[in-house]
C-alpha cells in the first residue's frame, strides 16, 4: 500500500484549536503490524493520533492495527485510549462517511 499517512489536514480540537495533524488513512488491504507502527510511531512524537477508515474492511483493518499499536506502546510505559466518531469526507467529489479514530494518552 505505499504511504500510510496521509496529507496534513486541518483538525479542530477539543479545546476549538485548529491544528495541522497526519491521518493515518487505512484501507481494507493495509497492514495491520505497518500501521501499528506508523500510530506507535506518531503517538512517540507527537503524543496523539488520528487514524481513518472508510468501509467494514477497512474499520477492521484499523482496529485490529490500534490494539496491535496499544501493545507496542505499552511495553514503553504508554496507555492509550481510542475515541471512535464519524467524520464526513470528499472523495472524488462525492460525500462518503468514514470512520476517525482519535486516539490520546491515557492519563
Do not use: W
Not at 477508515?53 to 514503553?76: D, P, R, S
Request: glycine share 10%; with cysteine; proline share 4%.
Amino acid at each position: 500500500m505505499g504511504n500510510i499517512l496521509g496529507l496534513q489536514t486541518p483538525y479542530m480540537s477539543n479545546e476549538g484549536a485548529s491544528k495541522p495533524v497526519n491521518i493515518i488513512k487505512v484501507s481494507a488491504h493495509s497492514r495491520t503490524a505497518a500501521v501499528a507502527g506508523a500510530i506507535a510511531g506518531v503517538m512517540r512524537e507527537a503524543q496523539h493520533a488520528e487514524v481513518q477508515a472508510i468501509g467494514a474492511g477497512a474499520v477492521n483493518q484499523a482496529v485490529k492495527a490500534i490494539v496491535i499499536a496499544k501493545g507496542y506502546l505499552a511495553e514503553e510505559g504508554v496507555h492509550i485510549t481510542c475515541t471512535p466518531s464519524f467524520v464526513d469526507v470528499d472523495i472524488d467529489s462525492q460525500e462518503r462517511t468514514a470512520i476517525r479514530f482519535a486516539i490520546r494518552p491515557n492519563g
